[in-house]
Structures are given as structure tokens and as C-alpha cells.
């Protein structure tokens, strides 16, 4: 498993499920959409406060951006 990976894909699930643009869920979260960006197409770590920020705006559970779906998760 390649965790920033999972992190990215289920970051980019969540936020189109909620129907926010990169733009307006970096503001909801008070990051930039770059670096949103980067984190969905797996160019950047990301620290624990980021992810506690995410998963606070995306309103789930922190452990489920690290969940992987099955062998086409990322796909």
C-alpha cells in the first residue's frame, strides 16, 4: 500500500463527492489549492495538522482517508 497514494485518491473522492472544487475546498480548509493539488496527485507529504484540518472539512473521520478500497483504489 502507498499511503500518500490512498491519502491522495480518497482526499479527491471525498472533496468531489461534496461537489467543491479544488479552490473552494483549499479555502474551506485554509490551505492553498496548490498544495491541495499536489496532495491529490501524490507530490506531497502532509503533516498530522493538515490531515486533522482535511478530514475536519471533508467531515469524516480522519482514519478514513488512509483506507484503501480494494485493488483499484487508486485508479
Same mark, same amino acid.
Given at each position: 500500500? &502507498? +499511503? /500518500? @497514494? %490512498?491519502?491522495?485518491? *480518497?482526499? @479527491?473522492?471525498?472533496?468531489? !463527492?461534496?461537489?467543491?472544487?479544488?479552490? $473552494?475546498? $483549499?479555502? @474551506? =480548509?485554509?490551505?492553498? #489549492?496548490?498544495? /491541495?493539488? !499536489? +496532495?491529490? =496527485? *501524490? #507530490? #506531497?507529504? +502532509?503533516?498530522?495538522?493538515? /490531515?486533522? #484540518?482535511? !478530514? &475536519? !472539512?471533508?467531515? %469524516?473521520?480522519?482514519?478514513?482517508?488512509?483506507?484503501?478500497?480494494?485493488?483499484? $483504489?487508486?485508479?
Amino acid at each position: 500500500m &502507498d +499511503i /500518500i @497514494k %490512498v491519502f491522495g485518491s *480518497n482526499l @479527491k473522492k471525498y472533496r468531489i !463527492a461534496l461537489g467543491l472544487s479544488q479552490e $473552494a475546498f $483549499a479555502e @474551506k =480548509c485554509g490551505m492553498h #489549492r496548490t498544495y /491541495i493539488s !499536489a +496532495i491529490e =496527485c *501524490n #507530490r #506531497r507529504s +502532509i503533516s498530522l495538522e493538515n /490531515i486533522q #484540518r482535511i !478530514a &475536519d !472539512a471533508l467531515g %469524516v473521520e480522519t482514519y478514513q482517508l488512509f483506507l484503501e478500497e480494494g485493488p483499484h $483504489a487508486c485508479v
